[in-house]
């Protein structure tokens, strides 16, 4: 909104300050995400101002639309989280992604599945290492045609045979990675819909 929008002096300063507070919140995103939520907002303010004019003072008006908003720190987090859940997936940073998965988790967003598969593939991981240095007690165990376990057993009997050997390695490695830039691909169209900032229920 711009100066010209107000009457008020007093009005155009609280809605300033407001929108200062936003882009505080938001400072650590890319400038394209800014702008864009930024303008989200704004525009959500703006049709809120001058569609309430039930309200003849302006700076109640403007009041009333900032407290139905909300405070910028709150309802902004799962926002920032998804956007910055975007900025890892288009650079397939697997470090970024699963942080902001968890930051997404943490501020209610819906990624459990996905976090679950992206648990998986660092066991998958782990298990690679647990091959190198335990090779016996690492792979897919059965024990007189019966499947006994698969990944790290502490405890094996006599007649318990691990059946992969070595190419356990090489099968956990592509899977993986296989895995990764699918789960990736899927994450990224998911977020491509999610990432919108949803302000009209507010």
């Not at 711009?2 to 609280?14: G, L, Q, T």
């Not at 799962?78 to 940073?93: F, G, H, M, S, W």
């Not at 782990?126 to 376990?149: H, M, Q, R, S, W």
């Not at 094996?156 to 490695?173: D, H, M, R």
Request: charged share 20%; net charge positive; glycine share 6%.
């Amino acid at each position: 909104m711009k100066r010209s929008n107000f009457d008020s002096v007093e009005a155009y300063k609280i809605y300033v300050k407001y929108i200062e507070q936003v882009n505080n919140e938001i400072s650590m995103l890319p400038q394209n995400d800014i702008i864009d939520i930024m303008n989200e907002i704004d525009s959500h303010i703006y049709e809120s101002f001058i569609c309430n004019k039930s309200i003849a003072g302006e700076e109640e008006r403007i009041t009333t639309v900032i407290h139905n908003l909300g405070e910028p720190k709150f309802y902004l987090k799962p926002v920032i989280a998804e956007r910055q859940l975007r900025q890892a997936i288009n650079k397939y940073n697997i470090v970024g992604i699963l942080k902001g998965v968890l930051a997404t988790l943490l501020t209610g967003g819906q990624y459990v599945t996905v976090s679950i598969v992206y648990l998986f593939m660092l066991l998958g991981g782990f298990l690679v290492i647990a091959k190198i240095f335990y090779p016996a007690k690492t792979g897919l165990f059965v024990e007189d045609g019966n499947f006994i376990g698969f990944g790290y057993l502490y405890k094996i009997n006599a007649k318990t045979v691990e059946l992969l050997g070595y190419w356990l390695i090489p099968a956990l490695i592509i899977s993986c990675v296989i895995f990764y830039f699918f789960m990736t691909f899927i994450l990224k169209r998911i977020v491509r819909i999610r990432t919108k900032l949803k302000l009209k229920s507010r």
